[in-house]
């Protein structure tokens, strides 16, 4: 395919500002797009996280540049430019100090950040103020999750006189239907859209403004990040409410499974773990074993050799914790150690102190973002823990498998796409799949677990097949680029219908 001008307007950025998957996404996939000779920039919040992580001092490109919000309304961003790190990659930094150099992204674990509207209206409009004074031109502009949802109807209602914007087409990515950006009726004045899109059909959503409904009514084409969760958000239960408006747009949505960073995530160079491995070889991956045991406070158990579940997460509602701290009493009668790090809801967290104080020798938690020690339970682990109640796509399950470390997952979205049961009689699969987001189901699955790992051939026969799956971008990029065509497609229709 020809090579296009793609900008990637995201909310975080591996590996500049990240709090889960959608950082990784954007990262990896602006890099791989770049590979294969397009011209990526990637827009980013000036965070202070971003400021601390970037190697080399950014050049800037704007001074106090004047951003019209709405009427009555404008800000003033710095912008900036910089390189991701590790590739020629553009960044834009929209830098204003009030909105972005803060402690957190979006809040504290426990509350969002009350001004996230207006700090994400000011980041859409600012992004495309830039793009119109520089007057560089994109065949795409890829917006991710709700924060940058309001660009596609920007575009339309208020740059659609502007030769560089308005040649624009628009995709739309899902990174997870649950965060929808819904504000007070009040920040409609904010955006600087007018009350008439205040109505159901269009931005309103039971009498509040919603964001994310916004991408889904005027992106060109739009995607999720697997297809397994492209139909779930179709339907009732996973639909979160928006389940009508996405079957309206059903055929333009195409559901993209997610790679994952096979520098970032690779046993055999991997600098954070005791020793390297690789499926050949996999002898380093019993001292990554002990020497996790170690870190975690748990018994070596060299003869023993008692499965060690590890688990690497977010904890949120989403994830499944609050059935791990109820079955918290009988996994710790299983011949199991379970060694958790996570953070987020205080609820949830306070539930599992309470289990590991409970459990000692089974439980270990580490409340904590912390990717080191994420790299060494990935490689230490036997097996990864990911009883999630829905899963967009999931990380989790696809980097421990390059390490040979097998999932034990709820069968739900991108879960179901990558997770290949075992099967008990032909001793094939590479991982391990439950049904039901209760204790019993995912005790059962554990129980599965133990029983194969008791078959120490049956293991290393799983452990390879694990291993051996390709979670490369090589083919989602492919995918990518083919929903950019359909998209610049529809825009050409679009733009001759007006
Ligand atoms: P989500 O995007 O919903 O949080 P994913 O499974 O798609 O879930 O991606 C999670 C990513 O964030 C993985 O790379 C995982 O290793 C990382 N991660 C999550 N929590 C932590 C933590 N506490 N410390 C380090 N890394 C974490």
Redesign the pocket.
């Known amino acids: 395919m020809s090579h296009l001008r793609i900008a990637q307007i995201a909310s975080e950025v591996t590996p500049l500002a990240?709090?889960?998957?959608?950082?990784?996404v954007v990262g990896t996939l602006a890099r791989e797009l770049e590979t294969r000779s397009h011209k990526v920039v990637v827009f980013l919040p000036f965070y202070r996280e971003a400021k601390l992580a970037l190697k080399s001092v950014p050049q800037q490109v704007r001074k106090s540049m004047p951003v019209h919000l709405a009427p009555g309304l404008t800000s003033e961003v710095n912008v900036y430019q910089a390189t991701l790190p590790d590739s020629k990659v553009n960044v834009i930094l929209i830098d204003n100090a009030r909105a972005f150099d803060r402690d957190h992204l979006y809040g504290t674990g426990e509350t969002d950040y009350p001004d996230n509207a207006d700090r994400f209206i000011l980041f859409c409009r600012a992004v495309l103020h830039y793009i119109k004074e520089t007057g560089e031109y994109y065949d795409v502009l890829h917006c991710h999750d709700w924060q940058t949802a309001l660009i596609p109807v920007y575009l339309r209602k208020l740059y659609s006189n502007e030769a560089t914007l308005a040649s624009a087409s628009t995709v739309f990515t899902i990174?997870?239907l649950s965060y929808q950006g819904v504000f007070p009726k009040e920040t409609m004045v904010r955006t600087g859209l007018g009350w008439d899109m205040f109505t159901p059909e269009l931005l309103e959503f039971w009498g509040k403004v919603n964001f994310l409904k916004a991408g889904i009514i005027y992106s060109d084409k739009m995607t999720t990040?697997s297809p397994t969760y492209s139909r779930e958000i179709t339907t009732k239960e996973l639909g979160a409410g928006l389940e009508g408006l996405l079957k309206t747009r059903e055929g333009d949505i195409h559901g993209i499974l997610?790679g994952i960073d096979e520098v970032e995530w690779d046993p055999s160079r991997d600098p954070h773990i005791a020793a390297q491995y690789n499926r050949r070889n996999i002898a380093g991956k019993a001292a990554c074993r002990k020497a996790l045991l170690e870190e975690m406070g748990f018994e070596a158990d060299e003869k023993e050799g008692r499965l060690l579940v590890g688990t690497?997460?977010?904890m949120?509602g989403?994830?499944g914790f609050d059935i791990i701290a109820q079955a918290a009493a009988k996994l710790a009668k299983k011949p199991i150690r379970l060694a958790i790090?996570?953070?987020g809801e205080s609820a949830i967290q306070g539930q599992l102190e309470e289990a590991a104080r409970a459990h000692p020798k089974s439980l270990a938690l580490?409340l904590?973002?912390?990717?080191a020690?994420?790299h060494r339970i990935?490689a230490g682990a036997d097996a990864f823990l990911?009883p999630s109640r829905f899963?967009?796509?999931?990380?989790?399950?696809m980097?421990s498998m390059r390490y040979g470390t097998l999932p034990i997952a709820r069968a739900t979205g991108g879960l179901i796409d990558t997770v290949k049961p075992w099967d008990r009689k032909a001793k094939s699969g590479n991982g391990f799949l439950f049904r039901d987001a209760t204790p019993e189901s995912m005790l059962k699955a554990v129980d599965d677990a133990v029983e194969a790992h008791s078959d120490a051939e049956n293991w290393k026969a799983l452990m390879h097949a694990a291993m051996g799956e390709n979670f490369s971008w090589a083919s989602s990029v492919k995918h990518y680029e083919s929903v950019y065509s359909h998209a610049i497609t529809a825009a050409e229709k679009r733009r001759k219908r007006q």
């Open positions: 990240k709090t889960g998957g959608l950082a990784d990174h997870n990040v997610n690497v997460s977010r949120a989403q994830k790090l996570g953070s580490r904590k973002f912390d990717n020690l994420a990935y990911m899963e967009p796509c999931g990380l989790g399950q980097i």
